[in-house]
């Protein structure tokens, strides 16, 4: 992002690459392509909105969640040395606050895993 001169703290300019990356992702789901979105879908409204646009594409939808601890992942973002400013712990923990982490009700809507081919 950094080499198109986005920020990635410009949360306006963020919504639009992901809108961009849905819609190509909804293209590639109807010609029969999988695809993997990445970008945090903090909320469960967000989680079900993207589950259901799939799922009218006729496509399985599966959600794979990893909860590691706030200080694992500061770990792991200053070993990447990448974010300008940097990320606190106070910050994961603020984050760490405000996303709704998937309960097992909300898990059952979406498939099991597929096997590896």
């Not at 300019?13 to 990445?38: D, F, M, P, S, T």
């Not at 646009?53 to 909860?67: I, M």
Request: hydrophobic share 40%.
């Amino acid at each position: 992002m950094t080499e198109m001169e986005i920020d990635l703290w410009d949360e306006k300019a963020r919504a639009r690459i992901e809108r961009l990356q849905w819609k190509l992702a909804q293209e590639h789901l109807a010609l029969g392509h999988g695809v993997v979105l990445e970008w945090g879908t903090w909320a469960r409204s967000e989680r079900d909105e993207l589950r259901e646009t799939a799922r009218a594409l006729g496509v399985a939808v599966e959600l794979h969640f990893l909860d590691a601890p706030v200080e694992v992942l500061l770990g792991r973002i200053q070993q990447r040395k990448r974010e300008s400013p940097p990320i606190t712990l106070d910050d994961l923990k603020k984050w760490s606050a405000m996303f709704e982490r998937p309960s097992a009700e909300e898990m059952a809507l979406f498939d099991p895993p597929s096997s590896p081919r």
